[in-house]
T-cell receptor, first 113, second 113 residues
Framework: GEDVEQSLFLSVREGDSSVINCTYT??????LYWYKQEPGAGLQLLTY?????DMKQDQRLTVLLNKKDKHLSLRIADTQTGDSAIYFC?????????????FGTGTRLTVIP | DTEVTQTPKHLVMGMTNKKSLKCEQH?????MYWYKQKAKKPPELMFV???????INESVPSRFSPECPNSSLLNLHLHALQPEDSALYLC????????????FGQGTRLTVV
């Protein structure tokens, strides 16, 4: 089955850039997503990238995709304390038309003031 | 309106109780999902409904019974649960098709006593 891995923890200082990494095993993944989860809350979609793209930028967020290495990263520029949360990468399994997502293990980002 | 509303937010139930979780969206999405998230773990897919028909059941025990009465509503009926079923239950919805965004509700935190 699909395996999506992330490092568990990341700490950065406020104002620095954060880079959260993700590796996946399913080479047929068509879309890859980044979700943010604050304590006790649901999941907020941050951004997603189609597998034929290398990079996508959206304000402070930059997604890089290396399809050959099955490696995805999320860079957050000028990290703020409000960015402290758990970040999940997810891929969409192309089994059905519905958007069933397979989530990575999650990275807990801590922003130090 | 990009909101998925889940009720109740918190639920405590005994092992002999019957209860239901509710999820509602008015975005015209025709795919709806139930995920289960244990503490410090990623969400795991339970059920997918596509055009109000159950399309995926990820080997979920029969004590969890989903229902999609119309395109806006998704229920999860609970009966004879075990303490290990305590978790955050997340509902999501999306368009049916590739690359569509899945929007998540805030979840129902279920405690089985």
């Amino acid at each position: 089955g699909e395996d999506v891995e992330q490092s568990l923890f990341l700490s950065v200082r406020e104002g620095d850039s954060s880079v959260i990494n993700c590796t996946y095993t399913d080479s047929s993944s068509t879309y890859l997503y980044w979700y943010k989860q604050e304590p006790g809350a649901g999941l907020q979609l941050l951004t997603y990238i189609f597998s034929n793209m290398d990079m996508k930028q959206d304000q402070r967020l930059t997604v890089l995709l290396n399809k050959k290495d099955k490696h995805l990263s999320l860079r957050i520029a000028d990290t703020q304390t409000g960015d402290s949360a758990i970040y999940f990468c997810a891929d969409r399994t192309p089994q059905t038309g519905a958007n069933n997502l397979f989530f990575g293990t999650g990275t807990r980002l801590t922003v130090i003031p | 309106d990009t909101e998925v509303t889940q009720t109740p937010k918190h639920l405590v139930m005994g092992m002999t109780n019957k209860k239901s979780l509710k999820c509602e969206q008015h975005m015209g999405h025709r795919a709806m999902y139930w995920y289960k998230q244990k503490a410090k773990k990623p969400p795991e897919l339970m059920f997918v409904y596509s055009y109000e028909k159950l399309s995926i059941n990820e080997s979920v025990p029969s004590r969890f019974s989903p229902e999609c009465p119309n395109s806006s509503l998704l229920n999860l009926h609970l009966h004879a649960l075990q303490p290990e079923d305590s978790a955050l239950y997340l509902c999501a919805s999306s368009q049916v098709g590739a690359g569509t965004e899945a929007f998540f509700g805030q979840g129902t935190r279920l405690t089985v006593v």
